[in-house]
């Protein structure tokens, strides 16, 4: 199984959106490799959402490609929030956390 998950630093203010099949030890990764682009200048990650986002790498990456393409904060804060249902195009997902 593949995860899509949402990070967050409270220090940049910035969230990261991407996938992994272990996504605790992508979040271990995250804020200890200082040489990752986009997560490196930061150690703060938090992980705030976690969905199953399918059965093969492919899924997921397709599914982050999406979120990553809106550009759009108010999908993210959507996707933090417990009580939202994913629906069309993100109806695969599943909230793990």
Known sequence: MFYLY???S???NK???SHAENH???LLFHNSD???KYTGKFDDWKSVAV???GKTKEEALELEK???RQKNIKL???LIDPDFIPADKLASLNRVK
């Open 6 to 8: 949402i990070l967050h």
């Open 10 to 12: 409270e220090t940049a």
């Open 15 to 17: 969230y990261f959106v």
């Open 24 to 26: 605790a030890e992508a």
């Open 34 to 36: 200082n040489k990752h």
């Open 51 to 53: 969905f199953e986002a």
């Open 66 to 68: 999406f979120i990553n």
């Open 76 to 78: 993210l804060m959507k």
